[in-house]
């Protein structure tokens, strides 16, 4: 499958998955944790880095690769948030730590780095399992999706062969008349 194609379909995937879970907030009223929330940066970074390697389509391996290490680092980094969350969720109901401050008050208090300290620590409303799916939370297909799109994009763009063709542009010639 050509670099491109990999690239663009991990981002359009990326955009539909957070469509979905904005659509799972907005009409199904499934208020977003905080650890779900990081994941949701994490989507939308390797989305965006997904979308930008298509558009840029660099003709050297050096440029396909770069593209392939931030990848990589946003799959990793939303991995890790979804593990996380995984292990919060797998906890007995009384050892995950009651719910705190919301996200927006902590980064209004809280220095950023205190704020993600705090989140990964995990709270009462990240262990609640509110949607499933084949019998998996929310996290669990997280995960998954950056696994198999992380894999993926990281692979089209590190394999990268050297030269490979760009789309075809038009030419745009004036018309005489």
């Known amino acids: 499958m050509k670099r491109w194609t990999v690239n663009f379909s991990g981002a359009l995937l990326c955009a539909l998955l957070l469509g979905y879970a904005?659509?799972?907030?907005?009409?199904?009223?499934?208020?977003?944790?905080?650890l779900c929330i990081f994941q949701r940066v994490a989507l939308l970074a390797m989305g965006g880095v997904l979308l930008i390697a298509a558009i840029h389509h660099p003709?050297?391996?050096?440029?396909?690769?770069?593209?392939?290490?931030?990848?990589?680092?946003?799959a990793l980094t939303g991995i890790g948030v979804a593990v996380r969350h995984i292990y919060i969720q797998s906890l007995p109901p009384g050892?995950?730590?009651?719910?705190?401050?919301?996200?927006?008050?902590?980064?209004?208090?809280?220095?950023?780095?205190?704020?993600i300290r705090k989140v990964l620590t995990g709270s009462g409303?990240?262990?609640?399992?509110?949607?499933?799916?084949?019998?998996?939370?929310?996290?669990?297909?997280?995960?998954?999706?950056?696994?198999?799109?992380?894999?993926?994009?990281?692979?089209?763009?590190?394999?990268?062969?050297?030269?490979?063709?760009?789309?075809?542009?038009r030419r745009l010639e004036p018309t005489i008349r």
Do not use: K
């Not at 904005?22 to 199904?28: A, I, K, P």
């Not at 995950?96 to 205190?114: D, I, N, Q, R």
């Not at 949607?131 to 763009?157: D, E, H, K, Q, R």
């Open 22 to 34: 904005y659509y799972l907030q907005v009409f199904q009223h499934l208020e977003p944790c905080p």
């Open 125 to 169: 409303e990240c262990a609640t399992i509110n949607w499933s799916f084949l019998g998996l939370s929310m996290p669990w297909w997280v995960l998954f999706w950056f696994v198999i799109l992380g894999t993926a994009g990281f692979i089209a763009n590190w394999a990268a062969s050297p030269g490979e063709p760009r789309l075809p542009r």
């Open 59 to 74: 003709q050297t391996r050096a440029g396909a690769r770069v593209y392939a290490v931030l990848i990589a680092l946003a």
């Open 95 to 115: 050892s995950v730590p009651s719910c705190g401050a919301t996200l927006e008050y902590m980064f209004e208090v809280f220095p950023a780095t205190e704020v």
